[in-house]
């Protein structure tokens, strides 16, 4: 044997005159008047190999380079778009724009993903954004049709806050555009010196007038709003929603409620959009009647309701009696009364049901109004939550397939968490375990 036994992994990488010398070891007593000249023949060899080698090389790195710059681009808008989400499912904006500066065939497609979703903060992000795609050329109407979701803050306390007319005007040039994400800024508060003495002005947020009304109802029929109203304005979100879009099929507000007409003011307008998907978390507890009017038209519609501020058990069983029966997936803030759970009992399909605040609520004394169909459950673990319940529950749903727990205030001590952990597996349940509550909020959202 000419070297010691080694694996492949840690066996050296000789070159050939290395390798071919113990040869010529071996000839040499029989033709030691021709080594020197088999030595420099193998020499040769070597050099010759290295030559074909380097050539080789350099022919690969340019046929790379002529490949890269050549790929079809259904193949590279593939690539792109695997590496559009980052881990926070935002866009990665800066790998997009250093992909369009690659070459001109990769430029086309890095632009379209980039303009898929797009932020206007000030009005100078609005001119940037006009001039991209008003430009009368077929490459600005392609952009202006790539936009799928728009992003706006109106901020009217910046010194270059976007303004209600140039979110009109962004809206109706994006003919594609599915969803509008609007956050609203502003409170009138009393004028305060700055360290100048001068007067500090707070701008509130006006109300929107007929012209602008006028100008988003010719836009596109978008189908996703989200609207976040951090002003002390309501009527805002009331003049977005009824009189705008009517073919909205997703709604999340946040924030400011919206501020109902009273009777004796004028007609109330319908909200006649039959909703998909509701989401509210507004700022003190949504009311009864506007509840009621926000799911007028979705009866039959509604499949995901989540109330992530806290709900009356009267305006939650108005509500589950109302669209309960063909809702899949029901998420509270909170469960604190024995109404409230019952009140599940009308939702018959229900797949999916979430709870944050749930930790010793009477919830788990009425798991069993659940319907038979539900799928996943998530809940909050305490120290004091009666955790039997919820094992008896698992143990008895032959449709359950998945559990998510956030652990807090001493629930990782619970007795009973390791006979959680063996009934889901016993009947072969996901359990999805967390300790902070922002990835159990992001867990249970599935947009």
Known sequence: MLYPPTTSASRPKLPMVDLLRPLVSLVSPIYNMRMLQ????????????????????????????????????????????????????EPDVQLLSACSLVCRRWSTPSQSLLFRQVVLRSTSSFRAFTLAVSRPTERSRAL????????????????????????????????????????????????????????????????????????LRS????????????????????????????????????????CLPAAGDRLVVPFNCALQGLRIGFDSQAHTDLLKWLMANSRHSLRSLELEST?????????????????????????????????????????????????????????????????????????DTPVYLLIKFIKARRSLKEVTVYVWEGGDSHMELPGLRMACAWRGVKLLVLHNVQGFREALVRD
Not at 61 to 73: G, I, Y
């Open 219 to 258: 836009g596109p029929r978008i189908r996703s709003l989200k609207l976040a109203n951090w002003s002390d304005n309501g009527e805002i979100s009331f003049q977005l929603l009824s009189t705008v879009w009517p073919a909205l099929e997703y709604v999340t507000l946040r924030g400011k409620a919206p």
């Open 38 to 89: 088999l030595e420099m023949l193998i020499v040769a060899c070597q050099l010759t190999h290295n030559d074909l080698a380097a050539r080789a090389l350099r022919t690969s790195r340019r046929s790379t380079r002529k490949t890269a710059s050549s790929l079809p681009v259904e193949i590279i808008m593939s690539i792109l778009e695997a590496a559009y989400f980052q881990d926070d499912m």
């Open 311 to 383: 709900t009356g058990a009267d305006a939650l069983t108005s509500v589950l009696q109302h669209c309960g029966r063909h809702l899949e997936s029901v998420s509270l803030a909170s469960c604190s009364t024995r109404d409230q759970a019952t009140a599940l009992r009308t939702c018959q399909t229900l797949k999916e049901f979430k709870v944050e605040n749930s930790a010793a609520s009477p919830l788990f004394h009425a798991l069993d109004q659940l319907p038979n169909t539900i799928e996943h459950v998530a809940f909050t673990l305490g120290y």
């Open 144 to 215: 202006a049709n790539d936009v799928v979701r728009l992003r706006a803050i109106l901020d009217f306390q910046h010194p270059d806050q976007l303004s209600y007319r140039a979110l009109a005007l962004a809206v109706t040039s994006c003919s594609s555009l599915y969803e509008l994400d609007v956050s609203i800024y502003g409170c009138e508060v009393e004028q305060t010196p700055d360290a100048d003495g001068r007067p500090r002005v707070f701008q509130a947020a006006p109300s929107l007038d007929d012209s602008i009304l006028s100008v």
